[in-house]
């Protein structure tokens, strides 16, 4: 690998980000959480409800640490996060990966009974109150928290010095709090999102590559970063 290899900065939360480094097996990425996920206290009981509404894998992962969730049934955001629930017993039908999709799902489903969404304190897509619009009964409870961070000493570094760095950003919310900081980067920077929303959410440096995925998948931002990882190369 040349010297002039891109780093690929991820700033996703430390679970997420880690197992995405391994999934792309790239000897140059650093690792910077710029959002801490930390359990939120809930009282709203799971099995009172006849379906559960998932738009993230810590949702899953926070929710079954506190209740047994084993043998209930509803949807996930995507794939991953069906897969997750599978891991606690939860059968989730997995919408195509952002919450229009998911709204799409269950208005079509229109299953009978409560739904409830398990979901962190930053959500996206109103899915409570659009779901309620067309007549089906949906609560939210919020699970975790979703604490900003500042970038680690180690990406400021990257960051500050010439090169390229390719930021693979999954939200709008992350695509804000990001901006802001590398505004006084002075390497070149790939912004890469993984749904147009998040590119209209980005307001730092303009980026010598900005690429929404027609596909919101972490599999659709992997083969990106391979993509951008091998132009370079």
């Known amino acids: 690998m040349p010297e002039t290899a891109p780093t690929v900065l991820l700033t996703r939360p430390k679970a997420q980000s880690q197992r995405f480094a391994a999934e ?3 000897p140059h990425i650093v690792i910077s959480p710029i959002i801490k996920v ?27 640490a ?6 209930m049934k509803g949807y996930a955001v995507g794939h991953r996060t069906a897969d997750v629930g599978a891991e606690f017993g939860i059968d989730l039908c997995a919408a ?11 208005s079509r489903d229109r299953p009978a009974g409560r739904l409830l969404h398990l979901r962190g304190e930053h959500s996206r897509g109103a899915i409570e109150d659009r779901l309620k619009n067309v007549g089906i009964e ?38 804000a709090l990001l901006a802001p900081m590398v505004r006084d980067a002075k390497a070149a920077l790939a912004v890469i999102g993984i749904s147009e929303a998040v590119l209209d959410a980005w307001s730092g440096p303009e980026p ?11 599999a659709a931002m992997l083969a990106e970063i391979r993509r951008q990882i091998g132009g370079a190369a």
């Open 208 to 218: 010598t590559e900005k690429i929404a995925l027609s596909e919101p998948s972490g």
């Open 96 to 106: 195509g990966g952002t919450a229009d999709h998911l709204v799409e799902l269950i």
């Open 138 to 175: 949906t609560v939210s409870a919020i699970v975790y928290d979703q604490t900003p961070q500042p970038l680690t000493r180690g990406a400021m570094q990257v960051l500050g010095r010439s090169g390229s760095v390719i930021l693979p950003i999954f939200s709008p919310r992350t695509a």
């Open 24 to 26: 792309l097996g790239y």
């Open 66 to 71: 506190r209740c047994d969730l084993r043998g």
């Open 38 to 64: 930390e359990a939120r206290d809930f009282s709203v009981v799971p099995k009172h409800f006849d379906r559960l509404i998932f738009t993230s894998e810590n949702g899953v992962r926070f929710a079954a």
